[in-house]
């Protein structure tokens, strides 16, 4: 159960990096392609997303660990995710297009 | 800002790497000594009855035959055949099968130290009460640790006072690297791999220096914390006075004896004291084993048993310690939760030594700990990119040695701890000073491998990477693989077989291994593609390099 609760905080944080990642006009076009735009309104709808993937990230450490640990799960959880999200730019972009496929 | 990070960055990151690298290993210490230690792997096991196995073991302790010596020099020559027992103590954790004993003994009529004494460890299984080899070198907890620590640098504690400099640097490398990069947020995922050389180095300098960055900066500072009683003694110093009238006061203030009575008294039951302090730590609502064991006195009318949870749930290392009267058995002081000031440092203490267990966190500080690695060697390779065309220029070899020395810490490091361990797993079980052999095979390859860096790296044009890179970490990918295949002759534990019984130890260490050789093997092949191409049309690449290096040189040029 613990381990569950673990690994669902740790793809909530890789999902909310990658959106806030996607919410910059750079790595849009990354994954994107080509010239398809982001609108303002999108790029703050993601940033959003991303907020709040990122505040359950931390919920859900919570509820697997003690509080003084949980911080550091989820601190070090971030770290990982930063990394994670770098390098599916660099080498996979389109590998994240799912997570914005419903944007139009 | 600029001067500050690239110097002390340069000058130091080859001890910041080290320490990184080794800490990263201790991290997994007790399971490297699983490996490391055949005999020793089995499930680890709980605080073994006191009264029954450990007492008998105590009373046979002796001091350690070099600490006699030293002390014998210290008082001017004759001590008595048996010293006094001044304490004992057994430390153990989630993660020890085998537990290690300690015992420390008064030194008398030393005239300069009237606390003087020497210190005696075993190390048993529980099991059993057998005591383990004094010569088996505890490959994880006693050479990669210590490494992580000291650098093995013992003379007048100068190895701890090296990896404190090293850690102050790093905060100020964190913190001058921050002003430095500046678009922090908005290039926080950036990496671009095809780039030239010179750019995706920084990119990947930055983005391991940022991501990891809080880990860098606390265990950096905690580390200093953890041995500010090193760096700054003043209880031993200047306020010795102070510090001894507040040791007093504190024991007193327990009622614990701060002092021996000089009565021989036994010592009542301490199985019965462990069962009470459990009893009360279950009533404050957290149940737990007993992390460390004190015996405080021994065999004195004053003795006193202090008994210490186990901090496996908590950051918190050891805690909510229980103090017993020795002859009688009685409570004599519960420890009430710590203060606010005090559970921070405990907290700071136990985010950096790591007790706790949760297995996905400790891989997560490896992950940080190989970070700063990436970060301190991506670094170095900057640092010679941005350089090497000017000093091959001018005549001057500078670029050249730094290159050498930071193929020595990088590949060097890795192929010197593969040295190790298979020298481990080699060398004859019944040779002498097998522990000494093993580390002097780490020294000695070490060394090969600066030899080795140093007479590659004489090239006329420094056009392209040291081949001394390449060369070692060819060398990397055939020794990682020959531990894991070594292991599964000498023991019989391969793969297929811990991966079956789910024994982590070992079969962590193995695929880490694996993992490691064939990243090598891979940035060996890229490394010889991108020699390759350079070696083609030498000239023209030259151009285009110097070309497009035109932008990334101007944001070089402030770093």
């Known amino acids: 159960m613990r381990s569950l609760l673990r690994a669902c905080a740790l793809l909530c944080s890789l999902g909310g990096l990658a959106w806030l990642a996607l919410a910059m006009e750079v790595h849009w076009h990354q994954v994107r392609g080509g010239r398809a735009s982001l609108a303002p309104h999108k790029a703050r709808l993601l940033r959003v997303m991303g907020a709040l993937a990122l505040s359950g990230s931390l919920v859900l450490c919570l509820r697997a660990d003690h509080a003084s640990m949980a911080v550091l799960v989820w ?3 971030l770290a990982v995710s930063s990394v994670g999200v770098a390098f599916a730019l660099a080498w996979r972009p389109r ?10 | 800002m600029a001067w500050l990070h690239t110097w002390f960055g340069l000058v130091l990151g080859y001890v910041l790497i080290v320490v990184f690298f080794f800490g990263s290993l201790s991290v997994f210490d007790r399971e490297i000594d699983r490996w490391a230690l055949p005999e020793t792997r089995f499930a680890p096991q709980p605080m073994p009855s006191f009264d029954r196995m450990l007492s008998p073991i105590f009373k046979q302790m002796k001091p350690e035959p070099a600490e006699l010596e030293a002390a014998r020099a210290r008082v001017g020559g004759s001590l008595p055949a048996e010293l006094a027992v001044m304490n004992w103590a057994v430390y153990t954790t989630h993660r020890d099968p085998v537990l290690a004993m300690y015992a420390e003994f008064a030194v008398p009529n030393n005239p300069n130290d009237p606390d003087d004494h020497v210190h005696g460890h075993v190390t ?3 099991r059993n009460g057998r005591l383990l080899g004094d010569d088996q070198l505890k490959v994880g907890s006693e050479f990669f640790y210590p490494m992580h620590i000291s650098l093995h640098v013992t003379w007048k504690d ?6 404190g400099l090293a850690a ?8 001058s690297g921050l002003v430095i990069h500046r678009r922090i947020f908005r290039e926080f995922f950036t990496l671009r791999p095809r780039k030239h050389v010179q750019r995706s180095t920084l990119d990947l300098h930055n983005l391991t220096g940022v991501v990891a960055l809080p880990f860098h900066f606390f265990f950096a500072l905690t580390g200093l914390t953890i041995f500010a009683g090193i760096y700054l003694p003043v209880s031993e110093t200047m306020l010795k006075p102070q510090a001894q009238a507040a040791a007093v006061h504190e024991a007193k203030a327990k009622g614990l004896p701060f002092k021996p009575a000089g009565v021989a008294a036994p010592l009542a039951s301490v199985d019965a004291m462990v069962l009470e302090a459990k009893r009360r730590w279950a009533a404050r609502g957290m149940a ?6 004190y015996v405080n006195h021994v065999g004195d009318r004053n003795s006193y048993v202090s008994l210490y949870r186990a901090g496996s749930d908590r950051v918190t290392l050891v805690g909510q310690p229980i103090h017993f009267e020795g002859t009688t058995g009685r409570v004599l002081y519960e420890e009430p939760p710590s203060s606010a000031v005090a559970s921070v440092n405990d907290f700071l203490t136990g985010l950096h030594l790591q007790h706790f267990e949760h297995w996905l966190l400790r891989w997560f500080y490896v992950f940080g700990g190989l970070t700063g690695c990436v970060c301190i060697a991506t670094g170095f390779i900057f640092f010679v990119e941005k350089r090497k065309r000017q000093h091959a220029q001018a005549g001057v070899s500078g670029a050249r040695w730094v290159d050498a020395f930071a193929v020595t810490s990088v590949t060097g490091m890795l192929i010197a701890t593969l040295a190790m361990l298979i020298a481990n797993r080699v060398l004859p079980i019944e040779l002498a000073q097998r522990g000494d052999w093993q580390k002097a095979s780490f020294w000695g390859v070490w060394l090969l491998t600066f030899a080795h860096a140093a007479a590659r790296g004489a090239m006329p044009r420094m056009t392209r990477l040291s081949p001394a890179w390449r060369e070692q970490c060819l060398a990397v990918a055939a020794l990682a693989p020959a531990a894991v295949i070594l292991n599964w002759v000498t023991t019989g534990d391969h793969l297929l077989k811990t991966l079956a019984e789910g024994y982590w130890p070992v079969a962590g260490l193995d695929l880490a291994l694996l993992a490691v050789g064939s990243i090598a093997a891979g940035a060996a092949v890229r490394l010889r593609r991108g020699e390759r191409a350079v070696a083609a049309p030498a000239a023209s690449l030259d151009e285009a390099a110097a070309a497009g290096a035109g932008t990334a040189d101007r944001e070089a040029a402030r770093a």
């Open chain 2, 168 to 175: 102050l640097a790093m905060l100020a490398a964190l913190v």
């Open chain 1, 95 to 104: 590998s994240l297009s799912w997570l914005v496929g419903w944007v139009r």
């Open chain 2, 158 to 163: 100068l190895g701890y006072w090296i990896v």
């Open chain 2, 288 to 293: 737990g084993e007993v992390g460390y064991l």
């Open chain 2, 124 to 126: 048993i299984d529980p």
């Open chain 1, 75 to 77: 601190v070090m959880s």
